[in-house]
DNA sequence: ATAATGATTGTAACCACTTACAATTAGAAA
DNA sequence: TTTCTAATTGTAAGTGGTTACAATCATTAT
């Protein structure tokens, strides 16, 4: 049977009171005492009970990750930043991942809760800005530990957000696509990417600004799987039937993956005949020749702020609710700029 | 405060122990009883406190998964697969990435043992079958939970592994090749892919078992970062400058898009002057034009048995200590057959 | 009607820790 | 030496569950 605090005060000579404040650092204990503690601890190899301890303080010094899909590249890497930085802090992660299904996601914030996790980090949720019914549970959630959401918003007490300006993000993609002569510009967007309306509103928005009309007839939504590329260009070489088009904007780098595809199927050549941008500045990115022009929007950087504002927002400390980025445009060979 | 089960003793007008009876699915309780505690559990929304049950339990239905990193693709995918299978099991899964690190896998073993976790999955454990120093730890943690291997193998008392036949699966990948009339094979490998001596193996015999001299010349090592392509196609170049070859053989995707990125900057033709093969099947496999010939080594097959096999571990059953799944080469675009 | 049996339920001990508060000790001041 | 104070340590009461065992209840056989 594994030791308990019990044996080892016995051993130490000391009470379990005594043991206890070694175990947590509590500074009422005399240098010595505190050294023979310590002493029988490592030589007996002894770990306190996680469960009675937790039991105890309330907390197991653990924080839940609510994921749509931790396979996703983009979201794999949020999720990979984010644990790096809570086990540098002396904190454990609980992973989550709920497929994109709202109803799972309702069920495992409440297992998180149950397991008393001190924080919930939501990653890849599509969020609007306001309360509605949708996140019901994420306020509910918010009145026992802080939510943290990781690139996205949501306005409410308890509440913490980071973002990556995207729609200026992909403003400044779309002026400067135009500005290096592409007239034709059409922007594909998804169901999954994050952010999609603000990413829109800045595409439509540019286009405004230099008088292109009928911005809306340029704008396209894939609702395909996003691993499948033949999907893609076959989304890609449809629009391309009707719209005549120079430059493509895409939310992700994976449509934008499908119209590199498309243009090369077609012997369109890049970024000559079409210019390309994608968005996440994802590993695919390096995949294609030439290179994706793509959107890097400070995840590494995002997911720091949002661990720091958490450890501040645990100890009681005042914290933003809010920490926005500005995004950054990495050129590489799909574009002429 | 959170419910307590006592309170819902009081309001449902029984004990304590009839609650607990419930909630652990107990038979010794009257259905009319059974119905109306759970009416009062549903109507206050009560959730029992996690620690006071692993307490009382000894368990927290938690299983911790240790692995080098989940930002990489592989092992992403094997992480989202595990936690799938552990959720839909009723199981946790607490996710520690090492970050192929020897000293943090050792700690953060350590630490999931304290927080009293079920059972510890390595993932992506570049394992050698023997034990010795290296994996003492592992020996060490076995003794308390069953140790589960992904995609690796290690023959001890309460550690189970599931496995691809990496050597049989790159052994016919290259006679394949030299079947469809590619003469000269290399092999590119790198230190961070899985059983990257098996592979090797494979290679070597298929060669030998041809009559090719001197096949050790034809082996690469290639030991930078596999995010970093322009290093990858640099690597490739420099091989090209002193072995002549007309097919590649990779241990990972990785390496086999930095081929097909050497061939298309010489102006060689896939696959007519250069046939291509990957290895893992992951999404990087459709990135490039033509699209990545690659070995699958049934990661979702093998999650699942290990899930499968864990579960009757902890039930108590007599289960196989090492399950063996061949794989498959996806034809694709870089290859003649 | 009574006894025996099995189904249901309750009592209370236990799990391994934290911590408020009381008790003790040591050192300084009187 | 005595008294006071602060530092150190111990006692014991939670913490919220599980579960062995005892008690009660209902049912059936005698």
Redesign the interface.
């Known amino acids: 049977m594994a030791l308990t605090i019990y044996d080892i005060s016995q051993k130490a000579g000391v009470s379990i009171a005594t043991v206890s404040r070694v175990l947590n650092g509590n500074d009422n204990v005399k240098a010595s005492t505190r050294e023979k503690v310590l002493r029988i601890i490592e030589e007996n190899d002894y ?6 301890r ?2 105890g303080l309330g907390s ?1 010094r ?1 924080v839940g990750i609510l994921c749509a ?3 996703d ?1 983009f979201l ?2 949020a ?3 984010l ?2 930085e809570l ?1 540098a802090n002396g904190y ?6 709920t ?1 994109y299904n709202q109803d799972a996601k309702k069920n495992y914030l ?2 998180l ?4 996790v001190d924080s919930i980090i939501l990653v890849g949720s599509n969020f609007i800005a306001e309360a509605d019914a949708e996140n019901q549970h994420i306020m509910d959630a918010s009145k026992q530990v802080p939510i943290m959401l990781l690139n996205a918003a949501f306005d409410y007490p308890n509440v913490y957000s980071t973002l990556c300006d995207d729609q200026a993000a992909v403003n400044e993609a779309a002026t400067s696509l135009m500005d290096s002569g592409v007239k034709e510009l059409v922007y594909l967007f998804d169901s999954y990417s994050y952010s999609g309306n603000k990413k829109l509103k800045g595409f439509k928005n540019a286009l405004k600004d230099r008088n292109v009309s009928d911005v809306e007839s340029r704008v396209f939504y894939y609702n395909g799987k996003l ?1 499948d ?2 999907a893609i260009t076959d989304f890609v070489e449809n629009i391309a039937k009707k719209t005549k088009f120079s430059g493509v904007v895409a939310s992700c780098d994976a449509l934008a ?1 499908g119209a ?2 498309y243009a ?1 199927k077609h012997g369109l050549s890049i970024p000559e005949d079409l210019s390309i941008i994608g968005y996440n500045d994802s ?2 990115t ?4 030439p ?1 994706l022009t793509s959107i890097d929007n400070k995840l590494e950087t995002q997911t720091h702020q949002l661990i720091q504002t958490l450890l501040g927002v645990l100890d009681k400390k005042e914290m933003p609710t809010r920490a926005v980025f500005s995004g950054n445009i990495v050129k590489r060979g799909t574009t002429r700029f």
Not at 47 to 52: Q, S
């Open positions: 770990t306190p009970n996680a469960f009675a937790g039991m197991m653990t899909d931790s396979s590249m794999a890497k999720v990979y930043y644990q790096q086990q454990e992660s609980l992973l989550c991942c497929g409440e297992l809760l149950s397991k008393k691993d590329f033949v993956i590199v595809k090369q590993i695919m390096a995949c294609c020749t290179e």
